[in-house]
């Protein structure tokens, strides 16, 4: 195995409070909130958005690509290849879909650490139920990134990887036929009954192949959908309680495939050097991997980690706006034109612009040309740009409308004119914000968004969104 060299993640802007819940069904609603993807993101959007900042500073990398959801937006399409050319990879680096069920994650994550070439293993879910019922009140949405590869002066390893053991078994616990909505889940005193032993022979066997006693484990990650069996493992583990890590069911809820990652994220947040990191996740068995961090985790994790996203600025959203973005309640669309599917030729020439955002800088003036053209704007030279990327620039709002007519799934739609650090202009939506927040001279980064699904394609672009408090990009 390698070393863990980046790692980011991320948790949509809004918000759903469980008392809502609770006040339009008149049901338990439980306590805290659960976080959740906005309209016009997915998996995919969100795995952009953890990918980017797992490789902020990462010249080259990876070589591979794995992404892991349960709820993938595509099938028979790779989705990770929207994710690969999003985040700018080479065209030589494979990047394959792990897709179908939480345990898809321990997967992507496993094959990423035992690349012999740099990897990235990108986890992201989106979670939904039926209204009332408790995968909707506990669900929660989220992405992780991990990259994975031989340490170097430039690149050094934030953790090393110790051990990995896993068990499996066919049982069920959860299931989900293609095209349901929703899951089916066996009682939890059976699930109780079946992992216990499984995570505790996955466990140990970790343990002994480190060389490690339970009460040498700094910082113990349990994850996984059967919540009582989580939580019995955590506490008969031998782990010191103060050392489990917290699960944020309060704070975003269970983003599923994407809780392990989410919660070894937020254990390499508070970790020290030299700490031992566990992460045991329930799913069809028990999976476990161990790390060990180093001295250089404190310098090079993100200003930006899981906590500050999870008690950040926020937007509440209500109940009804959840079952409509979740396509439970089919309300009365705007009485607009709506648009056509993008087609594939023009997609294709125009994917180092529509998917990575590349833009071009006139090499005769100097002048950043948005979109990307044969002849600047600027002085009319002709062939005579360089490409580069804007993806991660930050920018600032020139100016601002808000538009009651045009055609959005969430009107009314706060559409922005923007001015990129360094050059460039770009016209676009505002994303994770109400009209009353846009004002001239706002901070903001790109955002990788679903903007439309139409024939069963998806329109993927780039929108605006405020910057979050000490966040340089997104």
Known sequence: MTGLLSYG????????RRSDMQAALGASGGRGSRAVASYDED?????VEAGSAALQGQRGLPERLYFAT???????????????????????????????????AIGALLAASEARVPALAVVADIRTGLPG??????GGDAAAAFLFGRGTSETPELATVLAFASTTEEFLERWRTPGEKASHTWEERFAEHVYRPLAEDAFTTSLKAADLAPGQIDHLVVSGLATRAVRQFAQASGVRPEAVVDNLADRIGNPGAAQPGILLAAALDRAGAGENVALVHLADGASAMLMRTTEHLLSRRSSTGV?????GPHGEL???????????LDREPPRRPEPDPPAAPPTRRSAGYKLAFQAARCDACGAVNVPPGKVC????????MSRLSLRDTPATVATFTVDRLAFTPSPPMVAVVVDFDGGGRFRCELADAAPADAHIGLR????????????????YFWKARPLRTDETRL
Not at 307 to 311: I, L, N, T, V
């Open 9 to 16: 993640s991320y948790i949509p802007y809004h918000r759903l």
């Open 43 to 47: 998996v995919v959007s969100m795995g």
């Open 70 to 104: 349960s709820f993938p937006p595509y099938l028979d399409k790779t989705n990770a290849a929207v994710l690969h050319a999003a985040l700018g990879l080479d065209r030589a680096a494979l990047a394959v879909d792990m897709a179908g069920s939480p345990r898809s």
């Open 133 to 138: 019922s408790s995968d909707e009140r506990e």
């Open 307 to 311: 906590s500050g996203q999870a008690d």
């Open 318 to 328: 209500s109940y009804i706006t959840f079952l409509t973005w979740r396509g439970m």
């Open 377 to 384: 704007f600027a002085c009319s030279a002709v062939d005579q």
């Open 444 to 459: 903001v980064g790109l955002t990788f968004r679903r903007l439309l699904t139409a024939d069963g394609v998806h329109n």
